[in-house]
Structure formats: structure tokens, C-alpha cells
């Protein structure tokens, strides 16, 4: 017999109503079944966005689109996860949202439609570009010390970097292989840089829950 699989979240909201403009009605009569951290239950879209606009870190990811590249919702949801201020997407406006999980309703995403007009902005915001790839000369990413503003650049699933993209870089760094494989996915890969500029630049002594301001009391879970 194989178990019913167990839902996400919370259930209504048991008890009367909690004074907070920052609760959303409808998830306090339905319940939360969203893809967001405990500490943001019930909350409305907007509130979420907000609080997290408080806390972004100073790093900034963008990823080539050529070719309606599948690892770009996954780049999203890392991006979310580890609070990037930007994910910028270059080339082709459409990409698949399924391996985002719906957090691209939460990360800011911005699109620029040649690798010159990211140069251009990140020129405006003295942000320095450092490229992801393995490639001759490239520094070690485990070696390397990323700097606090910054852009991570990746390229795409099998080419890696354009050649546009690799001219624009500040620096380029490489992820330490020990393998058979010539290349790691690309949505691997910018976990792990993005880990990197968490393990050097972020406050990680948080206790528990990182949101600022949750709501203290729970409704019943559904699950």
C-alpha cells in the first residue's frame, strides 16, 4: 500500500484572525500550500517581496538564453534561495518557469537582450562581471576571492560563456572537477558559485527562522 503523499504548508487559520495588513485573507480562510519558508505563511506576494527586499545580498546573478536553456529556472530558484538581489537573463525573453517552483514570483528578474546591454548596466551600477566556466587560464573559484557587489555570469548548457560573455568578464573562475566528465550541469554549477559568495560574504549565525517580523502563531497544518 503505497501512503497518500503528505501536502505542503498549513491549513486554514484556526482561532480569530490576526491583526496583520501583511496576512492575505484568502490564504487565512484556505490555507498556505506555497513553496515559501514557514515564517512567511499566510503572508501576502507582496509582503513576501518586501521583507526580502530588506535582506537581499549584494550579488547579482545572470545566465545566457540562446536556446530556451532548461537550467535557467533552476539558476531562479538557487538565486531565491540564497537571496540574490537580481537574476538576469540575456538573449531570448521566454524560458521554461517550471524549475523555478514559482519562486520567480518572489526574485527580482531582469532582462537584457545582448550580453552588451548587461555589460552597459552592470557599467552603470559598478558592479565587476565574473564569469563561471571552465576555461585555460580561468582562476579557481575555490581559491578566488569573489567580491561582495558583484555579477555572476554563466553561459549556457554545453557551450558554457559566449564569446561576447567571456570578453565582457572581469575574471573568470573555474569549479574544481575531479571526475570523468568534461562539464558540470549549469544549474550545478551556479549553485555552487552562488554558495560561495554565501560562504565568504553572508551572515549565516541566523537562529531559526530568517524572517524578520514573523507572525508568531501557526494555523492548523493539513498535513
Known amino acids: 500500500m503505497v501512503d497518500d503523499e503528505l501536502e505542503v504548508g498549513v491549513g486554514p487559520w484556526s482561532g480569530p484572525w490576526p491583526d496583520d495588513p501583511r496576512l492575505d485573507?484568502?490564504?487565512?480562510?484556505?490555507?498556505?500550500?506555497?513553496?515559501?519558508?514557514?515564517?512567511?505563511?499566510?503572508?501576502?506576494?507582496?509582503?513576501?517581496?518586501?521583507?526580502?527586499?530588506?535582506?537581499?545580498?549584494?550579488?547579482?546573478?545572470?545566465?545566457?538564453?540562446?536556446?530556451?536553456?532548461?537550467?535557467?529556472?533552476?539558476?531562479?530558484?538557487?538565486?531565491?534561495?540564497?537571496?540574490?538581489?537580481?537574476?538576469?537573463?540575456?538573449?531570448?525573453?521566454?524560458?521554461?518557469?517550471?524549475?523555478?517552483?514559482?519562486?520567480?514570483?518572489?526574485q527580482h528578474v531582469r532582462h537584457h537582450d545582448t550580453v552588451a546591454d548587461l555589460v552597459?548596466?552592470?557599467?552603470?551600477?559598478?558592479?565587476?562581471?565574473?564569469?563561471?566556466?571552465?576555461?585555460?587560464?580561468?582562476?579557481?573559484?575555490?581559491?578566488?576571492?569573489?567580491?561582495?557587489?558583484?555579477?555572476?555570469?554563466?553561459?549556457?548548457?554545453?557551450?558554457g560563456l559566449s564569446d561576447a560573455a567571456r570578453h565582457a568578464a572581469t575574471a573568470t573562475c573555474s569549479i574544481a572537477q575531479f571526475g570523468s566528465t568534461r562539464s558540470i550541469n549549469a544549474g550545478a554549477a551556479a549553485a555552487i558559485a552562488m554558495h560561495a559568495w554565501i560562504r565568504t560574504h553572508a551572515d549565516v549565525r541566523h537562529d531559526g527562522d530568517p524572517v524578520s517580523g514573523a507572525v508568531g502563531e501557526r494555523g492548523d497544518h493539513g498535513s
Open 25 to 106: 485573507p484568502e490564504l487565512l480562510a484556505h490555507g498556505d500550500r506555497r513553496n515559501v519558508v514557514d515564517g512567511y505563511r499566510y503572508w501576502r506576494r507582496e509582503a513576501v517581496i518586501e521583507d526580502l527586499d530588506l535582506r537581499r545580498h549584494d550579488f547579482h546573478v545572470a545566465i545566457e538564453n540562446w536556446q530556451h536553456d532548461f537550467n535557467i529556472g533552476s539558476v531562479v530558484r538557487t538565486a531565491n534561495a540564497f537571496l540574490a538581489r537580481e537574476v538576469h537573463i540575456v538573449g531570448r525573453r521566454k524560458w521554461n518557469r517550471r524549475g523555478a517552483m514559482v519562486t520567480d514570483k518572489y
Open 120 to 159: 552597459d548596466w552592470c557599467a552603470r551600477e559598478a558592479l565587476p562581471v565574473i564569469g563561471i566556466d571552465n576555461l585555460p587560464g580561468a582562476a579557481l573559484l575555490e581559491t578566488f576571492e569573489l567580491p561582495r557587489r558583484c555579477l555572476l555570469l554563466f553561459g549556457q548548457e554545453g557551450p
